[in-house]
């Protein structure tokens, strides 16, 4: 994507334009407008941050600092379903390193690496807040809690055996 | 005020103060990274931590104000086992090699380490390593000893501008890092290494070259540019190592020209030695014999003197003994930046201090590139922008500032006229006027729009102009600067206390050049002119450039391929192909002098370096050409030549005791008679030149400077700029064609940028374009001659 296609289409441009008039400045709205770019193009790439800067009046960098802060923005294209362990101490505690590299092992990947189908990426993130049920594994945007490599590898089967469909 | 305690001791602050600046107010050691006294406060080293009676855990005191009683203790403990747990941990990923980096005895780490570190830390697991980045031709990076302090984002952010440093990732994968790779957009890059607490910033230039406690620093006077900022000289034997701010002068900081000229200082340009032609080249000789050739070209003779006015006070008081002692008829010039020479209703210098600058209503700039002319003034503004007061703009191009400008106008050179007559009748209907306004109105028949903003800023209670170059270079000069004069006084902005007509001038010591040689000063034009038509027999230059520098250039080198050359001065430059003699004068760093920067701020510089070859001061060269031509000398030491100056300038004469040296400031001159009217153009070029000053580029010290020089060329724009529209007018595209003028037809490199004005030639690269710089106006024909 080159800096010209990545462009908010004008309906998302409009609701950008009212997003903004509820808070105090621009730069309140960036979150918001990150989720929708993610929704948009699939991931925030560098040109769909200059061009968010250029849409909310800010400068790059600021745009950039939130971008990289959050887990939940990807810089980069991502599998079809994105699968994020959560590795802090209560997973952690729970076996949420060795369910990642079981995972690791099934896919065929390293963290952070999206298979060649272009079907999964496993991704190590921060605490998901949902300690009680560790370890977590976040799926797009389900959570599977209680995660055991068993039950991680039936998803990965059941996935690829349906092709990829929903 | 607000009553405190400190350490049992009672103290008055302030209210709203934070305790840390209670602290350092009252000399009380508090231990901290992220604060700076400039910089807005971040809080997050947590080593400034104190105690406050009551509270149940240590405040941060960087962010804590005070308030009225608090009993504050900044020794217990507790706060010596949180110091030793902070710098534990501050140090974890820190990397334990001092003795290869350059911040070593001058490291704040460092020293708080010794002070108040534990001697071993109990982290034994793998450190981390973050990858450098580009920060330009002036920053060092070495981002695994960054302790996350944020100083230099929010520099970026508040004073630069630029905003092009931030922080990536978080918590153990926390980064800084700079957005703009290959160069650093800031004029006040150099700013960057002086700040950061620790070695992750580092002064390219100097890395790895010496330590700092192998240096000696003695204090002078920054000449670069007319804000004559207070520097300091660190050397190291003879050699000039570094230049950097002084604390506590008005200024915090200092611009990159200022900063990385040092390198010229030890380059081939310099002269250090008596030169002579023999042969068709310059031949190292010894004084005597390079004096016997210069009595052979100017005994007797009809001279011209040309110098710069960046050499110390005394220097030029030297220069005028030798003209009245030897050639009393003789013209000199010393600007080579005017040429409209009848005397300003206000010259220049400026008549408020930055801080009021910074402080007015309503500030707006007239014709000129503040951020490189003078980027601590830019900084000044940007600061006042962050305060949310306006500041507007009227010029020839939409010069970058890193700031928001408010009101912002462009126009051409030839519109000044219809914009100050256009802001006249504005005040005037609001029953503002002054005596001379009808008669100047009358002489004008165009208005220009871009008056409003004038108007509308001139109505506040306190309105600083800054007028700048475009104003100053104009050729009707003198009758703009009167309209500009006339509004002011219109306005009320022309008292004493509230005297807002601030011209901008081109160097150090403006205001003594024009009170010493106010008789005898002529346009450097008329002496190329008069040499060139064979009136003259020669030319004195005292530490002047005028073909690389200025707007007389082809008139330059037709004076100096007519005339033989004395040369005098510091750097030999491109002076050294017309020169048929040079003396060396001693640079800024190895001089005893007194400078006056554009407020009318006196500064002495003492305990020079000492000189690197045979060059000596100035006004001992004077004096020696006046000896060995056979005239009496009228001062033989600096006391007695200081005794001269202050016949010329009494307000000078408490310059040289110690105590004395924040006195008065030297008051711009005030021409109250210099009615001049608008002249109407004659000539038929339908484009107005505008020529570019850039700080890395001008002057003979900057062009000496191979960091400086580096610098310019990332930095370069196009040799000739105009608005696309003034090419599509003519139905030509951008590239090489041919540009008419009184100089004829010359082939140049056209580019485009929507920030020219329609109708404006403007000249990015004196350099390439010089000889363009010669003329006001001009006209663009298609193809090439």
Request: hydrophobic share 40%; with cysteine.
């Amino acid at each position: 994507m080159s800096a010209d296609t990545v462009r908010f289409s004008e309906e998302r441009l409009a609701e950008i334009a009212e997003l903004v008039k509820r808070y105090p400045g621009p730069q309140s709205a960036l979150m918001p407008v990150l989720y929708m770019a993610q929704e948009d193009f699939g991931y925030i790439s560098m040109d769909a941050q200059k061009m968010i800067a250029e849409v909310l009046g800010l400068r790059l960098m600021q745009v950039r600092e939130v971008v990289t802060f959050y887990t939940m923005f990807k810089e980069q294209p991502t599998g079809k379903y994105l699968l994020e362990v959560c590795t802090n101490a209560g997973c952690m505690l729970n076996g949420a390193y060795e369910l990642a590299d079981h995972m690791c092992g099934t896919l065929g990947i390293r963290m952070g690496e999206t298979t060649p189908d272009g079907l999964f990426t496993i991704a190590e993130v921060e605490c998901a807040g949902a300690c009680g049920g560790a370890p977590v594994v976040q799926v797009n945007n389900i959570y599977h809690e209680k995660a055991t490599p068993a039950s991680m590898d039936a998803l990965i089967t059941q996935v690829r055996a349906d092709g990829g469909v929903e | 005020m607000t009553q405190l305690f400190i350490n049992d001791q009672e103290v008055d602050v302030t209210p709203g103060t934070s305790i840390l600046e209670a602290c350092r107010q009252n000399d009380v050691d508090v231990p901290y990274f992220c604060y700076h006294p400039e910089l807005s406060v971040a809080a997050n080293c947590r080593m400034c931590l104190v105690e406050v009676e009551g509270w149940g855990k240590p405040a941060a005191s960087c962010c804590t104000p005070v308030s009225e009683g608090m009993k504050v203790k900044t020794q217990s403990e507790t706060l010596a086992k949180d110091r030793e747990m902070m710098m534990e941990y501050l140090l974890i990923h820190h990397p334990l090699d001092c003795p290869v980096c350059d911040q070593g005895g001058s490291c704040k780490l460092q020293d708080y380490t010794v002070e108040h570190g534990a001697s071993k830390g109990r982290y034994s697991e793998p450190k981390r390593a973050v990858i450098n980045y580009e920060l330009g031709p002036f920053v060092n990076t070495c981002m695994t000893r960054c302790i996350h302090c944020t100083r230099c984002v929010r520099f970026a952010d508040e004073v630069a501008g630029t905003g092009d440093i931030g922080v990536l990732n978080r918590s153990d994968h926390m980064t800084i890092a700079g957005i703009v790779e290959g160069a650093l957009s800031s004029e006040l890059s150099g700013n960057l290494p002086d700040i950061c607490p620790v070695g992750a910033l580092l002064d390219k230039p100097s890395h790895d070259v010496s330590r700092p406690w192998e240096m000696t620093s003695h204090s002078s006077t920054c000449i670069q540019c007319p804000n004559g900022c207070d520097i300091s000289i660190e050397s190291r034997g003879d050699q000039v190592m570094r230049i950097v701010p002084v604390d506590g002068s008005p200024e915090p900081w200092i611009c990159d020209r200022g900063r990385y000229v040092y390198d010229a200082f030890r380059s081939d340009n310099r002269i250090l030695s008596p030169m002579v032609r023999q042969d068709g080249a310059l031949q190292s000789v010894d004084w005597s014999d390079a004096f016997d050739r210069t009595i052979d070209l100017l005994k007797d003779k009809k001279v011209g003197i040309l110098f710069s006015s960046q050499w110390s006070v005394e220097g030029h008081v030297a220069i005028s003994l030798m003209r009245d002692a030897l050639f009393p008829d003789a013209k000199v010039a010393f600007d080579l930046h005017r040429r409209d020479m009848r005397p300003f209703a206000f010259e220049e210098g400026l008549a408020m201090t930055t801080s009021q600058i910074e402080a007015a209503d309503q500030v707006v700039i007239l014709g000129s590139d503040l951020r490189q002319r003078l980027p601590l003034l830019m900084q000044r503004l940007r600061k006042r922008g962050r305060a949310g007061k306006p500041v507007s703009r009227i010029g020839a191009m939409n010069y970058r500032t890193n700031m928001e400008i408010g009101r912002d106008a462009l126009i051409r050179p030839r519109d000044w006229h219809g914009v100050i007559a256009r802001a006249m009748e504005q005040v005037s209907e609001l029953g503002k006027t002054a005596a001379g306004f009808d008669a100047w109105l009358g002489a004008v028949s165009d208005r220009h729009e871009a008056g409003k903003i004038l108007a509308d800023a001139l109505i506040s209670d306190s309105c600083a102009l800054l007028v700048g170059e475009e104003i100053r270079s104009h050729e009707d000069a003198a009758s703009l600067i009167h309209g500009v004069d006339l509004l002011m006084r219109a306005c009320g902005h022309a008292e004493a206390g509230n005297d807002g007509r601030n011209l901008i001038p081109e160097g150090v010591n403006a205001q003594v050049l024009s009170a010493v040689f106010a008789d005898a000063r002529v346009s450097a034009g008329d002496i190329f002119a008069a040499a060139s038509a064979g009136e003259l027999d020669a030319l004195i230059l005292i530490g002047s450039d005028p073909v690389g520098d200025g707007l007389f250039p082809s008139a330059a080198k037709a004076a100096l391929q007519k005339v033989p050359l004395v040369q005098i001065g510091s750097i030999s430059g491109e002076m050294a192909d017309y020169a048929d003699v040079q003396l060396p004068a001693a640079a800024y760093s190895e001089i005893e002098g007194t400078f006056v920067n554009m407020e009318g701020r006196v500064r002495v510089a003492t305990n020079p370096i000492k000189s690197l070859g045979q060059e000596r001061p100035l006004w001992k060269v004077m004096m020696r050409l006046i000896q060995v031509m056979g005239a009496e000398v009228p001062v033989v030491s600096l006391d007695e030549l200081r005794s001269a100056v202050c016949q010329h300038l009494s307000a000078l004469s408490d310059a040289w005791c110690v105590s004395n040296q924040d006195s008065a400031l030297i008051a711009p001159n005030r021409n109250r008679d210099a009615a001049a009217l608008p002249k109407a153009r004659t000539d038929s070029f339908e484009l107005d030149v505008v020529s570019r000053y850039s700080m890395y580029r001008e002057g003979m010290w900057a062009r000496a400077s191979a960091l400086l020089t580096e610098a310019g060329e990332l930095n370069a724009l196009d040799d000739v700029l105009v608005h696309p529209d003034t090419l599509a007018a003519k139905g030509l595209s951008a590239g090489e064609l041919v540009v008419k003028s009184f100089l004829g037809e010359q082939c140049f490199n056209i580019g485009v940028r929507e920030d020219v004005t329609p109708g404006v030639l403007f000249i990015a690269k004196r350099g390439v374009a010089g000889d363009l710089s010669d003329v006001t106006a001009a006209s663009i024909d298609g193809g090439a001659v």
